[in-house]
């Protein structure tokens, strides 16, 4: 079973700055992002697809049948379960909305569609100059989040792209962005992506899934 899953390519890589867990803590994802760089067993997620059952939606294991719920993704990321849902609009403006929220316009050979390459992202926001002001702090604090929403959280099933549609959600204040209810997003998007790979003939799988692999070992 193919994993996509974009933070372990960049996690050497990325800056990540206390001047920007600021904005992350604000915007409630400092769980996530203390969890979100577990080295991926892909092993682990290929066994726990196999003992995916869509009628139940839960995992048939030697211990019994077990599922995550809601009050698990909570426990363990600590993102929040109520509030505003996570919902976007049609992209007209892919490059627009990027320089908009990030204040960097990508080039062209870089937007796919409604995606950007996370290498592009990877490029530009992973070294926060040290004497940077507030404006350019927050912009890579987006940026940052933007990764860890689109490439950790809701990633799909594309090997080299972020979807734009979680960066529109960033275009607001940041306790705005705290108000979504990511958490039941995140359990939504889990389910779909659990029921797609376990379909006869599927090879691949998205998705929040350290948050998965995390779940399994708090089985044990």
Known sequence: MVC?????RVVGDWEIDERILHYIDQAGFLG?????????????????????????????????EATVTLRDIAVLTRLPIHGVPVTGHPIVDPAGLVERVLG??????DISGTGVKHTWLRETFSDLPQYADDIVVQRHARAYLFLLIAGGLFNN??????????????????EHIGSYS????????????????SRRGRLEIGGPLTILQVFNNNLN
């Open 4 to 8: 996509r899953h974009h933070l372990p």
């Open 32 to 64: 996530f992002h203390q969890l979100a760089f577990h080295h991926l067993d892909r092993g682990l997620i290929t066994a726990l697809v196999e003992r995916w059952r869509q009628e139940t939606h839960s995992f048939h294991l030697p211990i019994g």
């Open 104 to 109: 960097v316009a990508p080039p062209a050979d």
């Open 157 to 174: 099933k594309s090997g080299s792209h972020l979807q734009l549609i979680y960066l529109q959600l960033l275009d607001n204040s940041w």
């Open 182 to 197: 990511w958490g039941s997003a995140c359990l939504a998007v889990m389910y779909r992506h659990l029921c797609r790979a």
